[in-house]
């Protein structure tokens, strides 16, 4: 029996199958060959600036996301005023998941996005957790009592979740209290490694990054009530760079599906 060969040549691949194998070209494996060969052609990836505190979903959401449409999601993550500032040096982005709603309007104010593309994924609740059970009490009582040597947190300046553990701690009349036990983080993630790791005994994190499934994954937690602090409205936009990119919209797409949205709901985000 003849043995047929597979050949593929950008634009003539569909006619030289058939020319070489015209008994099999309505063979299901044939087009499944074909279909596949034809999605890695049209697969793109896109680079996504991501907030820090939305790490879990975000890797779970690029996973699906490549699954269901052959795209890549290269994702960075990091504080969202440092995206910023990286943007506007021109790093090469082309989505970015912020933490707030400020940033990305101040990307639209400055003619830096896509016209339109702007639209919040996520609100985020912020907790004061320890990594040890039974240290911080469903109250926050802790914050006043002050059996603690030093809490960490993002540098308000940068991060969103930080302005809002300063926000929160003013509301309560405990920031010059508190604030000579700082420990003060670059973004949220590292706010978190801190606390896990001992070197804080408390610190202000982003609900996300201590709960799964609807769970608390480990130790002890408050989560701070909302009226504390400014919502944290987190809003994604498609920058100038993504424009061309069928990825980036499809990224956007997928990240409004109501598979994304049940993902982030599981990590303790408000929709």
Do not use: C
């Amino acid at each position: 029996m003849a043995a047929h060969f597979l050949t593929v040549n950008n634009d003539t691949r569909t006619s030289r199958i058939t020319k070489r194998s015209p008994h099999l070209k309505s063979s299901p494996w044939i087009l499944f060959i074909l279909l596949l060969i034809a999605n890695r052609a049209i697969a793109n990836e896109v680079q996504v600036a991501v907030a820090a505190n939305f790490t879990g979903p975000a890797k779970i959401i690029a996973a699906n996301f490549a699954q269901a449409t052959g795209h890549q999601a290269v994702l960075s993550f990091g504080a969202t005023g440092g995206f910023y500032a990286q943007i506007k040096n021109g790093a090469p982005f082309e989505v970015f998941l912020a933490a707030d709603s400020e940033t990305p309007a101040k990307l639209e104010q400055e003619g830096g996005i896509v016209a339109g593309s702007r639209f919040t994924y996520a609100i985020g609740q912020l907790a004061l957790w320890s990594a040890k059970p039974e240290v911080v009490d469903p109250d926050g009582a802790i914050l006043k009592i002050g059996r603690f040597s030093h809490v960490a947190i993002a540098d308000p300046k940068l991060a969103p979740y930080g302005l809002a553990a300063v926000e929160s701690l003013t509301a309560l009349g405990l920031l010059d209290a508190v604030r000579p036990k700082f420990v003060q983080a670059e973004n949220i993630a590292q706010a978190y490694q801190f606390t896990s790791s001992g070197n804080a005994d408390l610190g202000f994190v982003a609900l996300s990054q201590i709960m799964k499934n609807g769970k608390l994954t480990t130790g002890s937690a408050w989560i701070v009530p909302a009226p504390l602090h400014k919502p944290i409205r987190q809003d994604a936009v498609i920058l100038h760079r993504g424009k061309d990119n069928p990825a980036a919209l499809a990224w956007v797409n997928h990240l409004r599906s109501e598979g994304a949205k049940t993902v982030i709901g599981s990590f303790g985000y408000g929709l």
